[in-house]
Antibody, heavy 122, light 111 residues
Framework: QVQLQQSGPGLVKPSQTLSLTCAIS??????????WNWIRQSPSRGLEWLGR?????????DYAVSVKSRITFNADTSRNQFSLQLNSVTPEDTAVYFC?????????????WGQGTMVTVS | QSVLTQPPSVSGAPGQRVTISCTGS?????????VHWYQQLPGTAPKLLIY???NRPSGVPDRFSGSKSGTSASLAITGLQAEDEADYYCHSYDRSLSGSVFGGGTKLTVL
């Protein structure tokens, strides 16, 4: 049974860096059939895909245009987890952040989600 | 403003059937990309309900069904139950944005 467990601070000051981690159990961050995604949800922006990290002979990252200049993903194979860093945050980055898995077997739908982390920028 | 358009709310009495629409464009649903549906209960993460237009993951009741036509998709729920009261979101891929896009969500109220 695949589970994603998120961790990270719930409060970040404006202009600082938001950092979250998603620990994977029951699957591998290096899986060649999955991608590991970050999604956020706020009343003003709804559900917003932020990007993905995945391994296909090498590590790849795809970022949403809206955050591309400020976002970085990393994968830690020794801890089987992946992380998000969002720089220069503003109050508009206040949202619930989710990590989620997409797998080819379910045609790239998000089949497993983390529990969500409410992050307030203030 | 979300790339995919859903009605803000729908409602129905227990036992009835409701549908939720999801309208996109030629760069997402109309380009042939699959539509996925999620159910989100208050305070929880979204849960996959339908993948690629009309397929149910294991464990999802057959009261839930999906369809797609042209630039739109629909989620149908038959035999409404109180536990179906939740927010529902559609999701697809947009080739102009080179990424996943979501609908704004539809709140289902069971009367």
């Amino acid at each position: 049974q695949v589970q994603l467990q998120q961790s990270g601070p719930g409060l970040v000051k404006p202009s600082q860096t938001l950092s979250l981690t998603c620990a994977i159990s029951g699957d591998s961050v290096s899986s060649d059939t999955a991608t590991w995604n970050w999604i956020r949800q706020s009343p003003s922006r709804g559900l917003e895909w932020l990007g993905r990290t995945y391994y296909r002979s090498k590590w790849n990252n795809d970022y949403a245009v809206s955050v591309k200049s400020r976002i970085t993903f990393n994968a830690d194979t020794s801890r089987n987890q992946f992380s998000l860093q969002l720089n220069s945050v503003t109050p508009e980055d206040t949202a619930v952040y989710f990590c989620a898995r997409r797998i080819a077997a379910l045609s790239d739908s998000f089949d497993i989600w983390g529990q969500g982390t409410m992050v307030t920028v203030s | 403003q979300s790339v995919l358009t859903q009605p803000p709310s729908v409602s129905g009495a227990p036992g009835q059937r409701v549908t939720i629409s999801c309208t996109g464009s030629s760069s997402n649903i109309g380009a042939g990309y699959g539509v996925h549906w999620y159910q989100q209960l208050p305070g929880t993460a979204p849960k996959l309900l339908i993948y690629v237009n009309s397929n149910r993951p294991s464990g999802v009741p057959d009261r839930f069904s999906g369809s797609k036509s042209g630039t739109s998709a629909s989620l149908a729920i038959t035999g409404l139950q109180a536990e179906d009261e939740a927010d529902y979101y559609c999701h697809s891929y947009d080739r102009s944005l080179s990424g996943s896009v979501f609908g704004g969500g539809t709140k289902l109220t069971v009367l």
